[in-house]
């Protein structure tokens, strides 16, 4: 196995659970590649950035589940938008069936007006009669099948921008509108517990203790600071990897579950040139996150995250209440806040004080008490290549997991999963790889866990 992060390691304590021996050969001194925290110059541990989950992420919840990390999870039932004059109002479920189990909040949402609403509520209504298909054409961007579905200036921005970008972490000009529908009908839509928001209660690195422990307790072997530099193959057949320091690892089959530009290097000229069946990759574009780290001397939010309409900063994590519930009662101490932005290509070229200032700014548009608090510390983390871009037609060039190389394998968020890039996309694509390799050796195992079921109108629609 070459990668370690949620595809690697997904990959990895499956096979190990089949009981395969695994070795895994990581880059990095610790495991999670872009979803994984490490520790400052003064000793804090902070995630690269806020990651969240949802409750339609079924197989990274049985991930969580296998390695022991599933009680750091907290869940959240409800969700927090505060509009540019810092007014909030929440989506949340009701005892109505799906699709309408958050109708109810909905309607009282302050941030959009009666015809805004009604435009999204029948758009909504679409995709959950046609089972999440949603009528689009190929080649289709979001924002053409909104301009499509009659949506007002206000919805778009206030509505299905504030959702996408965070989830797709691309703009809705720039997205395939298949993946802006999946979205709304898996998350929101198809079953009440979808939107569900899973939060870690501990940095990113301490939930992957357990399946470091777990892998090696069934003797597989994780090699930190392991740098593959090549793959090699004979006559079509995987033989060996070969390391940084020149040594090679041979084995009977390999998974390699590094990003797709990396794995461009690792494979030899004639499987990257341009007529290789890997070639394709090359297609494949990337978007960018930016992540702001904030200490104040106090208390400046009482929620445990809140999303921002109308900002350029979409998200506010209150990490001291998410690590200790109890802190929100300590009214003398500080405050940390991990503020999200993604599809943050304007934020790049720009330097980390230009960042900083902008993020306090419209922290003390919706959060006053910011205003007068004291800022101790900040930090900021600008992730250029976070996500593949999920741009119109960008599935023809994401390759299955099982290759035309014998015992050679893939997994990666950006391997074909039909998901965006997430953790469960990365998830579900080690589970598929691991499946893929058990069948090649012999011994087939099921590991994918199915999507949540249909619920509500939305089943009985799916059976007419
Ligand atoms: C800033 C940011 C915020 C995000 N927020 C969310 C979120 O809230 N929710 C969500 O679901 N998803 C989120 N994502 C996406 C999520 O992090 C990724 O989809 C997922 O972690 C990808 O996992 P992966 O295993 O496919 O790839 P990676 O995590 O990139 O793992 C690849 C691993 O391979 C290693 N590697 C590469 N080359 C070599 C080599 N030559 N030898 C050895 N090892 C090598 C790397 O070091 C890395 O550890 C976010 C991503 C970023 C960057």
Partial sequence: MIGGGLAGLSAATALAD???????????????????????PDGSQIDNCQHVTLGCCTNLADFYQRTGAASKIRHYDRLFFADGAGRVSSIHGSALPPPFHTSLSFWRFGALKLRDKRGIAKALLSIARSGGHGETKAGMTMLEWLQHSGQTEAAIHRFWRVVLVS?????????????????????????????????????????????????????????????VRKLRFVEGKFQAIVLDNGGEVRADACIAAVPHDELLELLPEELSASNSPFANLKCLQTSPITGVHLWYDRQVLDKPFLTLLDHTVQWIFNKSLLYDAGAGSRKDAGQYLQLVISASYELIPKTRQEIIDLCIRELSEVLPATRGAQLHKANVVKEVHATFSPRPGSDTWRPAQRTELVGFFLAGDW????????????????????????EFAGSPRRFLVPDLPAEGFCRSWARD
């Fill in 18 to 40: 089949a009981g395969i021996r695994v070795q895994l050969f990581e880059k990095r001194p610790y495991l999670g590649g872009r979803a994984t925290s490490y520790a400052l």
């Fill in 167 to 227: 989830a797709l972490d691309e703009e809705l000009h720039l997205t395939d509108a298949r993946y802006g529908i999946d979205v709304f009908w898996k998350g929101f839509l198809r079953n009440r517990k979808g939107y569900i928001l899973g939060i870690p209660s501990v940095p990113l690195g301490e939930l992957y203790a357990e399946c470091r422990r777990g892998i090696e307790s069934r003797a597989g072997e994780i090699h930190s600071r392991a740098v």
């Fill in 415 to 438: 391997t074909r999963t039909g998901w965006p890039s997430t953790m469960e996309g990365a998830v579900r694509s080690g589970y598929l790889a691991a499946e893929a390799l058990l």
